[in-house]
């Protein structure tokens, strides 16, 4: 696949993830939007790390500008797309995609939204990151990745590969 329609594909899967934001629930200090962590296992198997991690960025920027999300969105789906997209072009295992999304988002960026919280929200949680942060990133990265998992499959089952 060109650049162009890398690109292309990049920007499609922004817009999806963008919308799919306002099918968001709250959990605890956070809006859990399972739709971005679908889109980061599309980016990681259809376009790699670097696109990923480019539609991630610009699918948190735009909810963000568009009143869609908190920054909270930057590390959690950053994260996710980063590890998901690394794993899939070393391993070319779908469910192993699927798991490091859920640890990239779940763990990596719960843990890295506390500071992005304290520091630029002005929320204080106290030593309680891991029940206000990561348990609801993980809830929703399952459920995203998971469903993701099961369309890639489907898909490259039905391509005959």
């Excluded at 539609?55 to 909270?72: E, W």
């Excluded at 794993?87 to 843990?111: C, D, F, H, S």
Aim: proline content about 3%; aromatic content about 12%.
């Amino acid at each position: 696949m060109n650049h162009t329609k890398k690109l292309t594909l990049t920007a499609v899967l922004t817009a999806v993830a963008v919308v799919g934001s306002l099918l968001s629930f709250p959990i605890l200090g956070s809006r859990c939007a399972p739709v971005q962590h679908m889109v980061n296992v599309f980016c990681a198997v259809l376009l790699g790390w670097r696109y990923g991690l480019g539609a991630a960025f610009t699918a948190s920027l735009l909810r963000n500008l568009f009143g869609l999300g908190s920054l909270l969105a930057f590390p959690g789906s950053m994260c996710g797309a980063f590890l998901s997209g690394v794993v899939y072009a070393r391993t070319k295992n779908i469910w192993l995609t699927v798991l490091a999304e859920a640890l990239g988002t779940g763990i990596i960026g719960g843990l890295a939204a506390y500071p992005i919280a304290i520091l630029f929200m002005g929320k204080v949680a106290g030593d309680v990151a891991f029940y206000v942060y990561v348990v609801p990133f993980l809830i929703s990265t399952t459920c995203g990745a998971f469903l993701a998992g099961l369309v890639v499959k489907r898909f490259k089952k039905f391509l005959g590969e």
